[in-house]
């Protein structure tokens, strides 16, 4: 992790932004606290705008002075990304008293939480910019799914807890195939599960690159794989561009592959009011599809 090394004087009377408090004031816990680390460590880092609106706080002096608190005692852990205007922007993964908090939270093995916080400690600023933007795209769906009332999210699982592995027959013998969505999510809607895989296109992979994506998907569905990892039959992947450019380009290297499953959309378009709305196109057809059908 390229962390920000710069030194700053502490003005009187003002904490430094770039060290914890040596004697901060005594804390009480608030159960928003508990659940702002449970949501760090799902998202595996958040910035302070995006626990705001995952927390509908309605003042960011508030916020701000929470985080901080949480970081000088230790259970949230902090770094500054560099920005081309203004400040750095703060972002937040587990501290130390953090990873106690959410193995008792959630019932996971304390090793393994530490295992998870160490290596996103250390991700680079490209993979950093990517999580936080699938964030983004994550924030937009669980808020959305907040606004419709007949919707109740039944999982979401991170890039990094969305790593598959399996084997397939070719060539006379087993061979090991790998592939990483950038998430999966699923939702209950008028007693029926919509599940989704989810690529984030960053327009960093080529187009032929992106075809042998698309049949990893294929391979992982009709060898049995899909419904032994997840429990159920079907899925979808939704394809989320930079441009509509781009998404013309990818929707034509799926299609060489398959006409099904896949959805495309742009970055601007994933909204917490649009998102279910009549922003999707399909593999293989060229008008516009809300996600389902309120």
């Known amino acids: 992790m390229h962390r920000n090394r710069h030194m700053t004087k502490v003005m009187s009377g003002r904490a430094s932004r770039w060290k914890r408090q040596k004697n901060p004031a005594r804390i009480f816990l608030q159960p928003r606290d508990r659940e702002i680390m449970v949501a760090v460590y799902s998202h595996r880092m958040l910035t302070r705008t995006q626990i705001e609106k995952l927390f509908n706080f309605k003042c960011t002096r508030r916020v701000n002075s929470r985080l901080r608190k949480l970081y000088d005692h230790h259970y949230l852990s902090r770094y500054f990304l560099p920005t081309i205007r203004g400040s750095a922007k703060a972002i937040?993964?587990?501290?130390t008293k953090g990873v106690m908090v959410v193995a008792e939270e959630l019932g996971i093995d304390l090793n393994l939480i530490k295992q998870k916080c160490k290596s996103t400690s250390k991700l680079s600023e490209l993979f950093l910019s990517h999580t936080l933007e699938l964030n983004d795209i994550r924030i937009a769906f669980s808020l959305g799914l907040e606004n419709q009332p007949e919707m109740e999210l039944e999982?979401?699982?991170n890039d990094n807890d969305?790593?598959?592995?399996?084997r397939a027959a070719g060539l006379g013998k087993d061979v090991i195939r790998r592939f990483r969505p950038d998430g999966y999510f699923r939702f209950w809607y008028q007693g029926?599960?919509?599940?989704?895989?989810?690529?984030h296109?960053?327009?960093?992979?080529?187009l032929g690159r992106f075809a042998s994506k698309v049949q990893s998907y294929i391979d992982f569905d009709v060898t049995g794989y899909y419904r032994q990892r997840f429990g159920v039959k079907f899925f979808s992947v939704l394809v989320i561009t930079k441009t509509c450019e781009r998404l013309y380009n990818l929707?034509?290297?799926?299609?060489?592959?398959?006409d099904k499953q896949f959805w495309f959309t742009t970055l601007e378009r994933v909204t917490p009011n649009t998102v279910f709305d009549q922003i999707w196109q399909r593999a293989g057809r060229n008008e516009y599809y809300p996600l389902i059908r309120l």
């Open 92 to 95: 937040y993964y587990l501290g």
């Open 155 to 157: 999982r979401w699982i």
């Open 162 to 166: 969305c790593k598959q592995e399996y």
């Open 192 to 199: 029926k599960l919509y599940s989704f895989f989810l690529e």
């Open 201 to 206: 296109d960053r327009s960093t992979m080529t």
């Open 251 to 258: 929707k034509k290297a799926v299609e060489t592959v398959t």
